[in-house]
């Protein structure tokens, strides 16, 4: 008379199955690629070299959410600058959102950027 599933069985038929290391990894080198392409306007080095980009989350769902901050508060692309990230992210067709966050803490600082910004920059 009981034709109900276990509740187990109804909540694992409706859940994401959690992404692999391989799914992660390619998920991960796309994102890189991706916002790579941002550049702040003010200086010729992408946002991910500058350190700009301080969190990348992305779920099972392939949610992403980035917090990223700019290299000063009253930069004239603030808010510009967390749609143009978002924009390039949209490009990856395996994503299904994305939210891009600006937060300023901890503040940017020159020591956040990769070795190849301080050498496009001539910081060394």
Do not use: H
């Given at each position: 008379?009981?034709?109900?599933?276990?509740?187990?069985?109804q909540v694992?038929?409706?859940?994401?199955?959690?992404?692999?290391?391989?799914?992660l990894?390619?998920?991960?080198?796309?994102?890189?690629?991706?916002?790579?392409?941002?550049?702040?306007?003010?200086?010729?080095?992408?946002?991910?070299?500058?350190?700009?980009?301080?969190?990348?989350?992305?779920?099972?769902?392939?949610?992403?959410?980035?917090?990223?901050?700019?290299?000063?508060?009253?930069?004239?692309?603030?808010?510009?600058?967390?749609?143009w990230?978002?924009?390039a992210?949209?490009?990856?067709?395996?994503?299904?959102?994305?939210?891009?966050?600006?937060?300023?803490?901890?503040?940017?600082?020159?020591?956040?950027?990769?070795?190849?910004?301080?050498?496009?920059?001539?910081?060394?």
């Amino acid at each position: 008379m009981d034709d109900a599933q276990p509740i187990e069985s109804q909540v694992s038929a409706t859940e994401t199955p959690p992404l692999s290391e391989a799914e992660l990894n390619a998920l991960t080198d796309q994102l890189i690629e991706q916002l790579k392409t941002v550049f702040d306007p003010e200086i010729p080095v992408d946002v991910y070299e500058l350190g700009l980009i301080y969190r990348v989350d992305v779920s099972d769902d392939k949610d992403v959410a980035i917090d990223m901050t700019l290299t000063a508060p009253g930069c004239p692309v603030a808010g510009e600058m967390p749609g143009w990230v978002e924009d390039a992210v949209r490009k990856i067709p395996e994503i299904r959102s994305v939210k891009v966050d600006l937060v300023f803490d901890p503040p940017w600082d020159p020591s956040r950027m990769s070795d190849e910004a301080k050498l496009a920059l001539n910081m060394f």
